[in-house]
């Protein structure tokens, strides 16, 4: 008897012996993908499976799901009393392509987002924010990449990205492997975005590693990235990802490290960047098997600078002809110097903003490597050897 006593009086005791753990309330704002639409049941779409698998892991007490197919961003700014009137701690918004495509533009588009994601985190409320999706309607699909890029720099760590899983490689179109019909996901495109919601640690699960906002600034060495992580005890790869149109990314790099609580900063630097616009990302693995995502970094294509394209010898050793690259109107030095760098020629040059081409005459010279140098008066510089034989 005293035995079963003490059986029962440990089974009342265990609930306040094991460690609480929290069990979220999320909602969600959407359309039709959200609703489950392209999913052959419920249980298949990417906010069934969010449920399911939160449940199993007694993460979730409830997920209320206020999507309305056919629904606009403005319906959900009418639904937001609503959707906070369930108390959550997660609301998530997913509106990917009808405003898009019916020519609602793209600030009206944001403006609708951030307000819903604004009243959220002023409810003191956690607000994840989908992109965009890829849609088979040639007049849409690019507006829809900028979307995306738009709600990746808008809110940075609180995003989930649903277009690049879902597009077709190297273009704007849906991938056919994940759509019937073109509009929506089908099962193993509902799956993918399941997947992006992971990486996303929408839900903690037993401290994420988790990447902090990408940084990047062009340099005379390349492009220096820089990042930090927040998570320990786990053996992380990174895979620094660069992408020319924001679409296709290639690995350009990869780190093993061991995460020991010693090091949280990262850096790389790129040294033959694209010249022109690009896309950055890390893409972390943990232990081998959690995959997490930066935001994407993007890069404008770097201004036009002072620059010598070629230098030509006209005359042996007595002229060369050189072409330069001048940003703008102004006056600039031209020197040339010999290998233990005393100057041998000096001239000033006034032009206008253009790819300039000059004969400049010599004094008689040794055989011999030389330097051509022009420099502006706000001290940018350019040099460049040449052969005298």
């Known amino acids: 008897m005293r035995n079963l006593t003490s059986i029962i009086a440990l089974i009342i005791l265990l609930p306040l012996l094991t460690p609480a753990q929290t069990r979220y309330r ?81 600030p009206v588009y944001m403006s609708h987002l951030r307000k819903m994601y604004n009243t959220v985190r002023a409810a003191g409320k956690k607000c994840y924010v989908a992109t965009t999706q890829p849609r088979d309607d040639p007049n849409a699909e690019p507006v829809l990449k900028i979307g995306r890029d738009s709600i990746v720099k808008e809110f940075t760590a609180h995003y ?18 994940y759509t019937a019909e073109g509009t929506h996901p089908n099962n193993a495109g509902h799956r993918l975005l399941f997947q992006s919601f992971l990486t996303a640690h929408v839900v903690p699960i037993s401290a994420p590693l988790t990447l902090a906002q990408l940084s990047g600034r062009r340099t005379d ?7 930090s992580v927040l998570g320990s005890g786990a053996r992380l790869d990174f895979f620094i990802e660069r992408s020319q149109d924001g679409i ?7 780190d093993n490290f061991l995460s020991d609580n010693n090091k949280d900063q990262y850096s790389f630097i790129d ?30 294509a770097p201004a036009a600078g002072l620059a010598i394209e070629r230098i030509n010898t006209t005359g042996g050793h007595w002229g060369i002809t050189t072409t330069v690259d001048i940003p703008k109107d102004e006056t600039f030095r031209l020197a040339i110097f010999n290998s233990a760098g005393a ?29 051509l140098q022009i420099a502006t008066p706000d001290g940018q510089r350019a040099i460049r050897s040449f052969a005298v034989f």
Not at 221 to 227: C, D, E, Q
Not at 343 to 371: E, M
Request: proline residues 9%; hydrophobic residues 40%; aromatic residues 12%.
């Open 26 to 106: 999320i909602v969600v704002l959407g359309s039709s993908t959200a609703y489950g639409i392209g999913a052959s049941v419920p249980d298949s779409s990417w906010v069934g499976r969010v449920k399911a698998y939160y449940k199993s892991r007694h993460l979730l007490d409830t997920l209320i799901n206020l999507a309305v197919p056919g629904s606009f961003t403005d319906t959900g700014i009418k639904l937001l009393p609503r959707a906070l009137s369930y108390n959550p701690d997660i609301v998530l918004v997913s509106f990917p392509s009808n405003d898009i495509v019916a020519d609602v533009s793209i």
């Open 160 to 177: 989930l990205q649903y277009y690049d899983p879902l597009v077709a490689p190297g273009s704007y179109a849906f991938n056919p492997l």
């Open 221 to 227: 060495r390349g492009v220096l990235l820089g990042w």
């Open 248 to 254: 296709a990314y290639e690995s350009i790099h990869h």
């Open 271 to 300: 040294e033959d960047p694209p010249p022109a616009k690009s896309f950055y990302r890390i893409r972390a693995i943990s232990d081998g098997n959690d995959t997490t995502y930066s935001p994407v970094l993007i890069l404008d």
């Open 343 to 371: 100057p041998v020629k000096k001239q000033s040059y006034t032009t206008r903003a253009a790819a300039l081409t000059l004969d400049v005459p010599l004094p008689p010279l040794a055989a011999g490597i030389y330097y």
